[in-house]
């Protein structure tokens, strides 16, 4: 008797010793209320003791470009800006682009007190040039003959041969060649091995603690933080504490946020709409449906092979793409939250004005040739006020104004004209078989392998399910295969359609599309069986003549002093890949952001997009200034 | 001499050539998988927005692969390979270059072997325990009603059964934590720590436990039920020896040794991890280390992580062997 009585007891003390403590989740110390929480978008973090960035991978996400580091120059795609951080302006090039001129901002330190100057720029560089197996080491080595100072804030860089676009190595958009602070690097011998802990920050924010396991970093804000271009240009940050934290399932990430432990966080649709329905003080970029973030800088749809047969066809691709009713695939992809896009490029707020409206003249009296004379139209400016209806009869609220609805679901896309993409086909010697379904011109069943990721989570995932379904509907054996080995497969050419990126994604800021473009050019295209250097847009293995030029035509042109010609150029390269469509753009990426409330708010939502609404983007510490705590 | 020509020889050349098959499949299934680690590691950096020269690329490539030791032939990778081995070096992890698996494992092995092999022992000890006295009381109303509970419990996957318990326990009752555990760097060994480690590990540990100790349960249920049926229980029951005696000398013993075999086999599974845990509960370990391995075919941690795993099987077994003559009087008798 006494001896269950004893073991009664003890369940019950270690229940009560065991729920005691409050579950703020917070090491010790740390006020809640000070303290912004966000979630890792790359989970867990490996290995937690190393911040060397620059030699491999090293979950940046985890704090270290968000709040640690300061790029030369970052772009923010919700603002269209190209922004200046620890550079004073934007990069001078000489007339011939073989120099590219630096100027760095006064007044700016690391946070041990060192001043940041143009020793830091040119360490940096000079060690990437010099050092194999460093992120960097290609581009530096490749194309740079000379790098030297000037003066404490200027620095010259001398290339190789002409590159008007050496600056993009330093302008960050989720990663870049970042500078290294000269004075801590420079007393290292294994520059790969070092793992900088505890690291130097040039951004808002040093490093407080984090945890061993891998789960989270705790940043705290610089006493000096008026003394880094976040502070410079955009004043103090409010949190703080900056806590990122990594969860491995989206169960976890969901309850967290409903606990109020969690502020910021980036779930899947399906766990955005949980956490809306579960918590009062939660809300998405959107504040109504469709809630995900529509100017997201980059593109999905589907990829061809276009050194294999029958996609090395122009005619059978455009087919292809017209045997699509794009208000059913965005049913089944993304049950119609997501801005569709007729070119190739994503619709952030920058490339709207500059690209899809200058274009869309053009994209209504572009033609397509039957055979016999005979012509088709193939864009559909109706395509957004068609989703919408669908939008409606789901019972979704949506706008009735026409502006929003082109905003929300996009300028157009292609008719879905399945006799048109017949009459393509029979041009070009495909048949149709008793069962309905298409045979090749030599007779026999046409099958589509559509390899996709296995993340059935993923938007390649999402694209390759959509187009699967439309194609077989269309009478072609699609199927999908999802694989772990997709970007091997897709590095290396082997697969006749995938849904890999089908552009690379651009800047998302400025009017310069040669990121996206670049991969297109001649130069990048190697044969089946040899990987290319691009995968997003390049492995498609696609070029043309003319595209050739414009691209050579924009590397002589400068982005910042020639804005126009850069913007035409681009028009001109755009009307190029849609009229012989080497991939098929289908919807704009969306983030499923969820922004708790409860202790911080003033994030930058649709309704107010000050800056992009990432949390894992290196941009976020400019939204910090503008944070404020809720008034409880 | 006769035992060590007959029985110990044999089964140490076993050893040796089963720990060489399993490295050399180890090594072989990764590689001939198709994935390119080189090619992972760029699509990841260029996915996540990072500008690269198509130029850059080429020489990036040429650098990984020099770098990671894909350089050279098939055959000249795997005696590289061996002689890692022998000297339980098994290079950077390509993922996370130039950081050596020893150090990965170094980081995440004791949380993993922490976990599992607490819950692993708790979950036999009570499964057993448990499932021995049902075992022997079978016709009792009490045995039948948790026979059938545990029925109802032991199919429900870990997965769902983690998620129902975070549920619960960790926001309609918020009694435990969600995972990330709250100490830093800088760990002091303290009650706290204790606390704390306690806690992060409760959840995990009790869905190990009950889903684990089911399945004892069961099997030790059904095989004292049989061993209770054989002629030599009966007769000693008939002898008129003590129930204590019995339960104890005669039916236990040899309904354990089934368990014990399997309880030995279940610690080699202990470095591969408990994937599924860890997502749910975000726990730091193998588990997922391994799962990331895989997809990303970063060879050298693969390597790493499943040799651990074969040496750890396989030694288990031959001490297994080696004991069971301790064990079982038919062996020794042989």
């Known amino acids: 008797m006494r001896q269950k009585s004893l073991i009664i007891v003890s369940l019950v003390l270690a229940v009560i010793f065991l729920a005691s403590a409050a579950f703020a989740q917070l090491p010790a110390g740390l006020s809640r209320g000070e303290t912004l929480i966000v979630d890792q978008l790359s989970r867990r973090v490996r290995i937690p003791g190393n911040f060397n960035l620059w030699s ?72 990437h040039v010099r050092t194999p197996g460093l992120l960097y080491h290609g581009p530096m080595a490749e ?32 990663g870049c060649l970042r500078i290294m602070p000269k004075h801590v690097f420079e007393k290292i011998e294994d520059p790969l091995a070092f793992e900088f802990n505890p690291p130097v920050s040039s951004g808002p924010y040093v490093l407080y603690d984090y945890d061993p396991a891998g789960f989270w970093t705790l940043w705290e804000r610089r006493e000096d933080w008026e003394r880094t271009p976040t502070g410079i240009l955009y004043g103090e940050p409010k949190p703080k504490y900056v806590l990122v934290r990594g969860f491995e399932g989206e169960e976890a990430r969901i309850l967290a946020q409903v606990r109020h432990e969690l502020d910021m966080a980036q779930h899947t649709p399906e766990g955005l709409r949980a956490v809306l329905e579960k918590s009062n003080t939660v809300r998405a970029w959107r504040k109504e449906w469709p809630w995900v973030v529509n100017i997201d800088p980059c593109i999905t749809g589907i990829m061809f092979n276009n050194m294999v047969e029958p996609y090395d066809n122009r005619e059978v691709r455009w087919a292809l793409v017209l045997a699509i009713n794009i208000v059913d695939y965005m049913a089944i992809a993304f049950d119609l939250m997501a801005p569709v896009s007729p070119i190739h490029l994503p619709p952030v707020p920058a490339y ?138 897709v590095f290396n050419g082997e697969f006749e359609v995938t849904t890999q990126w089908p552009a690379a994604e651009p800047w998302g800021a400025g009017v310069d599309l040669s990121r996206t473009l670049d ?87 649709a309704e107010n997009p000050y800056t992009q609404p990432y949390q894992h983007w290196p941009n976020f510490k400019y939204m910090l200034p503008f944070l404020e705590k809720a008034k409880k | 001499m006769r035992f060590l020509r007959s029985y110990l020889l044999p089964r140490l050349i076993q050893y040796v050539l089963v720990v060489f098959s399993g490295i050399t499949a180890v090594f072989l299934i990764p590689r001939l998988a198709g994935q390119d680690p080189v090619l992972e590691m760029i699509a990841q950096i260029q996915v996540q927005g990072s500008t690269l020269d198509p130029t850059a690329v080429k020489s990036l490539t040429e ?67 448990v499932g021995a ?13 948790l026979d059938t509970a545990i029925m109802f419990v032991r199919p429900i996957p870990h997965y769902i059964f983690g998620v129902l318990l975070l549920i619960l326990f960790a926001y309609a009752w918020r009694i435990f934590p969600l995972g990330g555990l709250v100490f830093g760097r800088r760990v002091v060994f303290n009650l706290a ?15 190990l436990v009950i889903l684990g100790g089911a399945a004892w349960f069961q099997q030790m249920k059904l095989l004292v039920q049989n061993v209770k049926r054989e002629d030599f229980v009966q007769y000693a029951q008939s002898g008129g020896i003590r129930e204590k005696t019995l339960i104890f000398r005669y039916i236990l013993p040899n309904a354990m040794l089934p368990q014990v075999t399997q309880l030995a086999l279940q610690f080699g599974q202990a470095f591969s991890g408990t994937l599924i845990i860890e997502m749910v509960f975000s726990y730091p370990g193998m588990g997922l280390l391994l799962y990331r391995s895989v997809t990303r075919g970063d060879y050298n941690l693969v390597m790493g992580i499943t040799v651990l795993s074969i040496l750890t099987i396989t030694t288990a077994v031959l001490l297994l062997d080696l004991l069971y003559p301790l064990l079982d009087p038919r062996i020794r008798h042989r």
């Open chain 1, 56 to 127: 491999g991978w090293k979950t940046p996400d985890r704090g270290i470009q968000q709040l640690m580091l300061e790029p030369l120059w970052i772009v923010d795609y919700a603002t269209g800006e190209v922004i200046s951080a620890l550079a004073a302006e934007l990069p001078i090039y000489n007339s011939d682009f073989t120099q590219m001129t630096i100027k760095l901002r006064e007044g700016i330190y690391w946070s041990d007190g060192v001043p940041i100057t143009a020793d830091d720029v040119v360490f940096t560089i000079d060690l």
């Open chain 2, 63 to 129: 650098t990984l692969r020099e770098l990671y030791g894909l350089k050279g032939t098939m055959f000249e990778q795997y005696l590289t390979m061996w002689k890692r081995v022998l000297h339980f070096d098994f290079g950077p992890s390509f993922f996370q270059f130039p950081t050596p698996v020893s150090d990965l494992l170094r980081i995440y092995l004791p949380w993993t072997l922490g976990l599992f092999l607490t819950s692993t022992v708790i979950a036999w000890l009570l499964g057993n325990i």
């Open chain 1, 519 to 605: 991969p297109w050019h001649s130069r990048s295209v190697v044969p089946i069986g040899e990987t290319v250097a691009v995968g997003p847009g390049g492995a498609a293995r696609w070029s043309n003549p003319e595209l050739d030029k414009i691209i050579e035509k924009m590397e002589i042109t400068d982005p910042f002093a020639d804005i126009e010609t850069t913007r035409l150029l681009g028009i001109e390269a755009l009307k190029i890949v849609v009229k012989e469509m080497p991939t098929i753009p289908t919807y704009g990426y969306c983030g499923a952001v969820a922004w708790d409330e409860y202790y911080w708010t003033n994030y930058p939502g």
């Open chain 2, 133 to 145: 006295i049902a075992g022997y009381f079978s016709h009792r109303s009490w045995s039948k009603a």
């Open chain 2, 193 to 207: 720590l204790v606390v704390a480690v306690l806690k992060h590990s409760f959840l995990p540990a009790l869905t």
């Open chain 1, 352 to 489: 709207r004005e500059a690209f899809f409206e200058p274009l869309e003249g053009w994209l209504k009296e572009f033609e397509l040739d039957l055979g016999n004379g005979e012509k088709f139209k193939p864009y559909d400016p109706e395509v957004p006020f068609k989703i919408a209806q669908a939008a409606k009869e789901r019972g979704f609220p949506v706008p009735e104004d026409p502006e929003a609805i082109k905003e929300l679901f996009g300028i157009g896309w292609w008719k879905y004209a399945p006799d048109v993409a017949e009459k393509l086909l029979k041009k070009n010697g495909f048949s149709r078989g008793e069962d309905g379904k298409w045979r090749l011109p030599d007779g026999s069943l046409w099958k589509v392998t559509i390899v996709s990721s296995p993340d059935p989570t993923h938007h390649h995932f999402r694209n390759a399910t959509a187009v699967a379904e439309e194609w077989r509907k269309f009478g072609i054996d699609a199927e999908v295969l999802p694989t772990e080995n997709y970007n091997t497969l």
């Open chain 1, 143 to 174: 194309f740079v003959d000379k790098v030297y100072k000037t003066d404490d804030h200027t620095v010259v860089v001398e290339l190789k041969g002409p590159n008007s676009r050496f600056h993009t190595h330093f302008l960050d958009r989720w």
